[in-house]
């Protein structure tokens, strides 16, 4: 469609955890750590779900497919491809420290639990279980940078969302207005 965004989507897997269901009463609202303003990413949190459950999490793990719901999901090609990307090997390099502790607090439920205790000391390990993981495509730059911010590129017959952030839900009402802004201007409509 003739768009070469400079940024390349990379694939992190967010893993959950919940709170049993005797345990619940520990989280009775949503609770939210102060965000590292370097990071896109919020960092484990506790949110009650509208069924009554407590989600805690997610990390943020590198994922090796666009699909990598599990540590094992492994797809060659866009492995190599993000590979290939230098904004990659920047990220890497800039990140590797916060991108180690993520994989080891995957595979530890302790470091998990300590994470979660910096928000409600009373969590054990015995209080959670393994719940769901979700992908997040973080677009990054060609530097390295983790993108926090919409990106969307008009082109002839075409509106293309190419980053739309965390906030994407909690704006989707504000962030459609824009687009089909955009839209009508760029195909001669009236709104």
Do not use: C
């Amino acid at each position: 469609m003739g768009v070469r965004p400079e940024v390349r989507i990379i694939p992190f897997r967010g893993e959950y955890y919940m709170l049993r269901p005797d345990r619940r009463e520990l989280v009775r609202n949503l609770i939210y750590p102060v965000p590292d303003p370097e990071f896109p990413f919020l960092g484990v949190h506790f949110t009650r779900t509208v069924h009554g459950d407590v989600e805690a999490g997610p990390n943020a793990v590198l994922a090796f497919a666009r699909e990598g719901y599990t540590l094992g999901t492994v797809r060659p090609g866009e492995l190599a491809g993000m590979l290939g990307f230098r904004g990659f090997w920047a990220m890497a390099a800039r990140y590797w420290k916060m991108g180690a502790w993520e994989m080891y607090r995957s595979v530890s439920k302790a470091a998990f639990v300590r994470s979660l205790q910096k928000l409600v000391p009373d969590i054990t390990e015995g209080d959670i279980e393994r719940g769901g993981a979700g992908i997040r495509a973080q677009a990054v730059a060609p530097s390295g940078a983790l993108v926090d911010d919409f990106r969307i590129s008009v082109t002839e017959g075409a509106v293309h969302v190419v980053n739309a952030p965390s906030p994407g839900a909690t704006a989707s009402l504000a962030i459609g207005r824009h687009i089909a802004g955009l839209a009508a201007e760029a195909f001669g409509l009236s709104v």
